[in-house]
């Protein structure tokens, strides 16, 4: 616990918050984007304009050669007084007419410079003849001109169009698009923080109660996340990671406690009968036999209940890893045991298909725990021990069960059989100490089954337990 406040109350100078990173985040991704997308909306927009114009005032130009070509015109023809020939002077573009000498007949508006390769064109003999100007500066504006010669000498018009306010227009949709892009940055900045804002909050509500947790040390903090998005999935499993925390809390605390009532009585007896240690030699031998004898039984009862009690911690965080393990190979190997050990005769019954996934180890010491308290309570029984193992009764399950022909089991007693160093008024004459049968109900629940107990028909007792088709319980 200490490790883990002293990981969520660290505090790191220089570091953003993760809000602050999403929003400078989101608003980063999206100028990036916008600037890109208006850089190339622009660029594309701008580059259709041109490419229009220029298409626009070719075409005008090709039509004015391919008019001079076909007809025989002089200078008057391209009057701006003489009628149908304003098709010439088309929107946006300037006609000025030249004569054979290169001097100004009809001035266009404004006028347009004259250079000597437009005196050299003007007097030129073939019609259609061009020279070209680009980027001409006419007053304010710019241009490009063109000069068209219309043959024999007889002069040339020069066809301009201007490109000033084609590109006041490209500067004006530039401005344009920055205010516009410098908008959508400062939107996104704003949605991006609210965004953070509300994706984080929950993130906070969970930040809060771990440092809650980690400052009181109280495991019983309700989580109150909702949702089924992955916060929601990560607020519910730090709620079940909490619960099972304080579950094993409590279990550790009842083990201590129920060990060590459990422990206080044979430690009292031989406290009792190491005193009367001092005196031994005042004793009968007879009374020194019992002596003795109590002294050995008690440590040995010690022994047993310090084993179990051990056994059962290490079933509640045993490493061993899980595998796919055969539960009728199993209890073939306990039955060898408890044959060796007791000298009783145990029979094994299989059927089905008996693997599953667990722990070989855990469920070992399952089947003995049942096979010895099966021994222990027919002590003085001519009839087998039987063991049986079967799967699966549900996909995924085994079913193994242990059946003797002892007293059997009080009802009253069924359902507390498995508790924590409970023991039947019939049972507390015999040794032991309670928490075998515990030790089978962990091993149980560990595998995802369940332990039962009930008694068999025609006399004795059925306990056992199943192991389930979910994952093994870490």
Sequence with gaps: MGRLRRLL???RPGLLSLRTTLAVSFAAVTAVVTVLVGILSYGSAARLVRVDQQTVFDEVVQD???EVGQHRMTPADFSSSAPGHDVVRPARTDVQVLGPDGAVVDSGSPGLPVTAADRTI????PAGRITQHEDVDVGNDVYRIVTVALGGGRGAVQVAQEFSDTEDLLRALQQRTLALMAAVVTAAGLFGWWLARRVTRRLVVLTSAAEDVARTRRLGVQVPVTGYDEVGRLGRAFDRMLGRLAQSEEDQRRLVQDAGHELRTPLTSLRTNISLLRR???LPPATREDLVADLTQEARELTDLVNELVDLAAGQSDAEPAQRVDLAD???????LARRRTGREVVLRASGDTTAHGRPGLL????SNLVENATKFD??????IEIHVAGPARPGTVRVEVLDRGPGIADADLMRIFDRFYRAADARALPGSGLG???VREVALAHGGAPFAFRREGGGSVIGFTVGGGPVAE
């Design 379 to 384: 002590r003085d029984g001519t009839s087998p």
């Design 122 to 125: 003007a007097a030129a003999a």
């Design 364 to 367: 070992q010491r399952a089947v």
């Design 9 to 11: 109350t660290r505090r």
């Design 280 to 282: 031994i030699d005042e």
């Design 330 to 336: 199993i209890a073939e190997d306990v039955l060898g």
């Design 64 to 66: 004015l050669r391919d």
């Design 437 to 439: 049968l515990s030790i």
